[in-house]
């Protein structure tokens, strides 16, 4: 959930991180939107802007663009979350970029990494089990490391959301 624009969910957002030692080109892959019935209703999620290349350490911030928000602009995104501090500021097309879609605040989901070739790499549920959306709060996860392709979830709706920085712990 998050501020609304336009009136609806203005500054809706999922981060991807490269936790690898190697530049990874975001055209490479894309965002499945799972719903509970299962890979059989999976939505497709495609980047506005596809060609992103993400060093290793770097966060590329995918801003869920709607009908109520396609006048916002990346300056009133970053005002939403960082209000004048300018020190976090993302840029259009480097570390954020559109993509068409639309998080559910009130059911579970999940979102996964796959690449071109469909091969998921990673999945994160939210709301499952217990109510993880807040108004600007962030749900937070770190990368498996069981060897699944399930994020562990580190908290949900309780600290704000800071896109485009990672925390160390995560």
Wanted: no cysteine; glycine share 8%; net charge negative.
């Amino acid at each position: 959930d998050s501020t609304n624009y336009g009136g609806a969910d203005g500054f809706e957002f999922i981060e991807v991180y490269n936790n690898t030692d190697q530049v990874l080109n975001f055209a490479d892959y894309y965002i499945i939107y799972r719903y509970p019935t299962g890979p059989q209703d999976d939505a497709i999620w495609i980047p506005e802007k596809r060609d992103m290349e993400l060093e290793p350490g770097q966060a590329l911030v995918l801003w869920i663009a709607n009908n109520a928000n396609e006048t916002a602009t990346v300056e009133d995104f970053n005002r939403n979350y960082y209000g004048d501090n300018r020190e976090h500021d993302l840029i259009e097309n480097e570390n954020i970029v559109r993509m068409p879609g639309g998080i559910a605040n009130q059911r579970m989901r999940e979102i996964i990494i796959a690449t071109n070739t469909g091969f998921e790499l990673v999945t994160a549920a939210y709301n499952r089990g217990e109510y993880d959306v807040a108004r600007d709060m962030g749900i937070f996860y770190q990368y498996p490391q069981d060897g699944t392709t399930e994020m562990v979830k580190i908290s949900g709706g309780t600290k704000p959301d800071t896109p485009g920085i990672v925390e160390p712990e995560l």
